[in-house]
């Protein structure tokens, strides 16, 4: 339902290159390029700077990126509005996020969401936090959730919430009997940590710089359920924020003990939409849901 040339014109916003957009709609890249330059001509902008490191848009192209992206879900809307009429349509909610927020959050604010509206189906992408945000602004995903960024880009912030950072073990290791703990206490020990791609990670990094630690390393993982399997099993201890470990703790198989008197190490869990979107019922309805949900779980 979106002009060819704006088809065109999101992909070569997409890969950075005419090349690139031709090899993903197999189409001729001469064909894109008067596309190109005819949307331009007729807007009487320039929507790309010509680089040698490929195409990148200009403020003008931006602005025109994000117009595209809202358009396409307007339609997609719309068609799922005509499709609501069929008896055998289900709707649907994407959602992108942090992988210590899908592993128990997010699956339970679903199932919770569910119990009353059991005819929506979600798609769930685990990614980064930088990743979460670009597929929002995107219109790739409906809804993102992830530990908050220094930066951020253009979106709009639902709910934003503060969750605390604790240091998950099995409950037969050391350092359990304590009440809260220091780096300088936990440097001895083996440490599972996520990887340098996290925020937490940055935090921990940060840390342990100011203080002069350096920490017994034992993995590193992307993946936070792996994190806690390995110290289910004892094979070290972990970072996390509260909300992420929650099950684990609840069930007895960890112990979560916080950080001494010190604030430094929390961070915030926010929740995003496209900026400026009008969303649908159902999205909105679940974005309440996932609002009441936070609060309770941290």
Excluded at 35 to 41: D, G, R, T, V, Y
Excluded at 92 to 113: K, P, Q, T
Aim: glycine residues 6%; proline residues 4%.
């Amino acid at each position: 339902m979106l002009p060819t040339s704006l088809k065109y014109f999101l992909q070569v916003a997409k890969t950075g290159s005419v090349n690139g957009a031709s090899e993903r709609l197999h189409v001729a890249s001469s064909a894109i390029s008067r596309q190109i330059s005819a949307l331009e001509a007729k807007l009487n902008v320039q929507l790309f700077e010509r680089c040698s490191t490929g195409m990148v848009l200009t403020n003008a192209g931006q602005k025109l990126a994000d117009y595209a992206h809202r358009a396409i879900l307007d339609a997609d809307e719309v068609i799922g509005q005509l499709n609501d009429m069929r008896p055998d349509y289900h709707g649907r909610i994407s959602v992108a996020a942090s992988d210590g927020l899908a592993n128990v959050l997010l699956s339970e604010a679903i199932y919770l969401y569910r119990q009353h509206n059991t005819a929506v189906e979600f798609e769930v992408i685990v990614v980064a936090p930088l990743e979460v945000a670009r597929m929002v602004r995107e219109g790739e995903v409906d809804v993102g959730i992830f530990f908050g960024l220094a930066k951020m880009p253009p979106v709009h912030i639902i709910k934003r919430f503060n969750t605390q950072t604790v240091v998950l073990m099995h409950p037969e290791h050391a350092l359990a009997s304590h009440d809260s703990l220091t780096m300088k206490d936990i440097e001895p020990h083996p440490v599972a940590i996520m990887d340098s791609s996290t925020s937490l990670r940055k935090i921990i990094d940060m840390r342990c710089a100011a203080e002069g630690v350096v920490l017994n390393i034992a993995m590193t993982s992307s993946h936070a359920g792996g994190l806690m399997h390995f110290t289910r099993l004892n094979g070290g201890i972990t970072f996390c924020a509260l909300i992420s470990g929650l099950t684990w703790v609840r069930d007895g198989f960890l112990k979560a003990v916080p950080f001494e008197e010190d604030k430094s190490m929390d961070r915030s869990i926010i929740a995003i939409t496209m900026a400026d979107r009008q969303l649908p019922d159902r999205v909105q309805s679940f974005i309440d849901s996932l609002g009441s949900i936070l609060p309770e779980r941290i």
